[in-house]
């Protein structure tokens, strides 16, 4: 079991930055590779950013490529999400998952993910 809980969404400004975190219980952290998901109203939740076990691999969405950075802190059981130039289009419920079939790859699906947190919500005004 895997126990996830994000933090960090808030009220931001176009061009802003904001930095999501997602703190990890339960199972070993290092053993699964991590995720963000977003979910925009009336919109299907979406692939943002992924990050291998070991933190070696990362794959980020087109619409984020360039503004967002995941990263994962294995020692302290947590991954960020580094929210740079933010839009108005990045508004949306941002989630957490885990993924622990996968060895060496990022996955993208959602139904990959076993786990998931709760959200955070990130607000951009223009």
């Known amino acids: 079991q895997v126990q996830l809980v994000e933090s960090g969404g808030g009220l931001v400004q176009a061009g802003d930055s904001l930095r999501l975190s997602c703190a990890a219980s339960g199972r070993s952290f290092s053993a699964y590779a991590m995720a963000w998901f977003r979910q925009a109203p009336g919109k299907e939740r979406e692939f943002v950013a992924g990050?291998?076990?070991?933190?070696?691999?990362?794959l980020y969405s087109d619409s984020v490529k360039g503004r967002f950075t995941i990263s994962r802190d294995n020692a302290n059981n947590r991954v960020y999400l580094q929210m740079d130039s933010l839009k108005p289009e990045d508004m949306a419920d941002y989630y957490c998952?885990?993924?622990?079939?996968?060895?060496?790859?990022?996955?993208?699906?959602?139904?990959?993910?076993?786990?998931w947190g709760q959200g955070t919500q990130v607000t951009v005004s223009s």
């Open positions: 990050i291998s076990r070991g933190g070696t691999r990362t």
């Open positions: 998952a885990a993924d622990l079939s996968t060895v060496y790859t990022v996955r993208t699906g959602l139904d990959e993910y076993e786990y």
